[in-house]
């Protein structure tokens, strides 16, 4: 499947995409993963987008599609992708329809995850992923915790509360969400491919995602 998760931050893109790749093969590409792993390597990349993924801001359109058209060319995409945290804005959007159509793509669905704004607020704050770069396992305090003393439950090493995850980040990112990408709710609904999911528990949005593509 080639599809595209839409949803605030918190929505749980990431927890629905990783359910997603298990059911055909396809293959999970997050921006905002790609990003901090550049940060953590100290790559060229990473070095530009830091200030800004730390202040909870968006990282430059340019850059971003510098990422994702490199990644959609890469082998393991043939069986399908997951586009999570992808695009954000309406740019990105309007270069990624340039971009599919050169590579002669398709894009099957745009899963919008719809979550109310205390949900939301409550699951930045209690949120912490595994600090592998080849893991990044996330868990929550309060429903999925970490082992006691706050390891990862698959590798061991610590689950961290990300650096964007302060409550000024948050409230930055929330405000960045509705300004920036919620109006490509708008664009993909005009397009035709818009699917609106009630994100509360994951493995329903995943059926929900999954019925709307076998039809
Ligand atoms: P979130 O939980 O906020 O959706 P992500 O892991 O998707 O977090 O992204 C973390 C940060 O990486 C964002 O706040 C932003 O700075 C940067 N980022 C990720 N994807 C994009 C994108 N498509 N365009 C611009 N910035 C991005
Ligand atoms: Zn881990």
Redesign the pocket.
Known sequence: MRIILLG????G??TVAKLLTAYDGSVQI????I??GAVKAGSELGKK?KG??ER??????S??MEIMEARLQEPDCAKGFIL??????IP?AEDLEKLLAKLKLKLDLVANLEVPRDVILDR?TTRRTCSNQDCQEIYNIKSKPPSPDGKCLKCGSPAIQRA?ETVEAITV?LE??NQKTAPLIGFYGKVGILKNVSSLSSEQSVKEITGAIKK
């Open positions: 605030a931050p918190g929505a893109k990431g997050s921006t905002g993963d990003l901090r987008a800004y993924m909870g801001e968006l990282v430059p359109d850059l971003i999570d945290g992808f695009p954000r804005t990105q930045l964007d990112r960045t969400y």
